[in-house]
């Protein structure tokens, strides 16, 4: 059976129905018509080639994000292939495979990642090859676009790399820094704990192995505390929920006597779990959920004329998180027991205003500019400083600067609070100067959570507490007798 002769011809309407898939016989008859015969190759239509190296080379095309074995016969000008220790695996070409030492990358000269994305390929057989001018265009751009990957990638690197010895060099300081807090400072307290040199290892932040016996020290222990004391409390707390008939959470205690303050109790569940949620260590089944509610509890029975109040649960949280749970409780007592924090957490108004009243004396002495822009836009202190008090911060910034913020607090006391408050307007001062009433408030009870510690303390550094040759006590000593005297700046 002969269907072709050398030169075959194919009528057009066979081409056809092959491209449509179906095959019939042709209606024309054609001499050499392979239709007419009853029985069709299945190669019928292939091209045979005898010699791959007869194939004319093409001019190298794109291959996007791909590592595709090259097809067999096709020689690559390896000048436009990247040749990456990936690439020659997956190819399957013949050789030894790499050693382990060859596969890791051991400096930065080595060809980057996203360059093996992006391979110079040859044309297909099937399409027609490139004209000289738009090859040679192509190979500049592949060139370009190698150099500047090369050009990322390296500065990437480099930026990690100095991130990582930043961190090493952080690390070191930190541990040379807690064997002089537990060697030299913690057995000679009382007499170093004021010394130039121990004031600016504390400036620097107290090493966390430490911290929590520093804050201890520091805090003191005025009411005489005792851990037989605290089981006394935490035993009378139990006693509360198990008598305490179910209540409305949200009630508001306000309204309670003072010994009936211990009714607050039933506030704790409900705060506990918006305490630091994004830790889940101090939710219902975290690790330290009762332990949160033994202090708060034991400190409600404790103080029952002060009761639990929202934000509190958020300074036993950090205290828990580096003392003992004895000890936490001791040094929480303590702390709220500090003429500021009374203050407000027995919501005594005057006492507040005059607070307020100091902090925008250094206001307007160090921030003159947005001060101004405060008192036009009515902002007053109270709608950001009472979150950042009640919580001494450990809700508005990340917990890791609240603690260094804490440590200084410990050292200075409850004007550091409102230094830091003047050192985070001020590292934000040109961003507030532009917003109006509404987005500076939402901007100040929420910051960012990417504050640079550094920038943070530079800024608070730069803060004076100085007014006309007056400190911050001086200042608060003169507007608490003002407010004795019933001056009208001050009944707001």
């Known amino acids: 059976m002969r269907f072709y002769q050398k030169d075959y011809v194919v009528c057009s309407f066979l081409q056809q ?36 190296r007869q194939l004319p080379q093409r001019e190298p095309g794109w291959k996007l994000f791909g590592k595709v074995p090259p097809r067999e016969g096709s020689a690559k000008d390896p000048r436009w292939i990247q040749k990456v220790p ?9 050789g030894n495979p790499p050693s382990p030492k060859q596969s890791v990358r051991k400096n930065l000269d080595f060809e980057p990642l996203s360059t093996t994305a992006l391979i110079l390929e040859d044309r297909p057989a099937n399409l027609p090859a490139k004209p000289a001018e738009e090859a040679q265009k192509h190979r500049q751009q592949y060139e370009e676009m190698v150099a500047q990957a090369k050009k990322r990638e390296l500065k990437e690197a480099q930026k990690r790399r100095k991130q990582l010895e930043d961190r090493c060099k952080l690390e070191d300081s930190i541990g040379n820094a807690a064997l ?18 121990v004031r600016e290892l504390w400036w620097q932040g107290v090493p966390p192995s430490v911290r929590g016996k520093v804050w201890s020290l520091a805090v003191g222990n005025e009411l005489n505390i005792t851990h037989e004391l605290f089981n006394i409390c935490l035993a009378r707390a139990k006693e509360k929920w198990k008598c305490m008939p179910i ?69 036993a949280a950090v205290l828990i998180l580096n ?14 027991n500090k003429p500021c924090q009374m203050a407000f957490f027995r919501v005594d108004h005057s006492l507040m205003l005059t607070y307020f009243a100091a ?19 009515n902002l007053t202190p109270d709608i950001y400083l009472i979150d950042w008090i009640f919580t001494l911060y450990s809700k ?21 609070l409102f230094r830091t408050a003047l050192g985070v307007l001020k590292l934000y001062e040109d961003i507030l100067t532009k917003m109006d009433f509404i987005h500076n408030a939402q901007f100040l009870t929420r910051l960012p959570e990417d504050i640079s510690a550094d920038e943070l303390f530079s800024a608070i550094g730069s803060i004076q507490m100085h007014s006309k040759n007056r400190k911050w006590a001086q200042v608060l000593q003169m507007l608490q007798k003002e407010q004795e005297k019933g001056s009208p700046v001050l009944k707001r």
Not at 21 to 50: E, Y
Not at 323 to 336: G, H, S, V
Not at 404 to 416: H, L, P, Q, S
């Open 17 to 52: 129905c092959c491209i449509r898939g179906r095959l019939q016989a042709c209606p024309h008859k054609c001499a050499n018509c392979p239709s007419t015969s009853p029985a069709l190759p299945r190669n019928l239509f292939a091209r045979k080639v005898k010699d791959a």
């Open 247 to 315: 209540s409305d959470p949200e009630a508001d205690s306000d309204g309670l006597s003072l010994a009936d303050k211990e009714a607050s109790l039933e506030l704790i569940k409900l705060d506990i779990s918006r305490t630091f949620p994004n830790l889940c260590i101090f939710q219902q089944g975290g690790p330290y959920h009762d332990v949160l509610h033994s202090i708060l509890g034991a400190y409600t029975c404790y103080r029952p004329d002060v009761g639990y109040v929202q934000g509190m649960s958020f300074i």
């Open 180 to 197: 002089v807090w537990s060697q030299e400072i913690l057995p000679n307290w009382e007499t170093m704990c004021t010394s130039r040199r």
């Open 396 to 416: 508005s910034l990340p917990l890791d600067l609240a603690c260094r913020v804490w440590d200084v607090f410990c050292r200075d006391g409850e004007e550091f």
């Open 323 to 336: 003392l003992d749970t004895a000890d936490a409780f001791i040094a929480f007592a303590n702390l709220l």
């Open 359 to 377: 902090f925008e004396v250094f206001f307007e002495e160090n921030l003159p500019k947005l001060f101004a822009h405060f008192k036009k836009n």
């Open 86 to 94: 990936e690439y020659e695996t997956r190819s399957g070409r013949p």
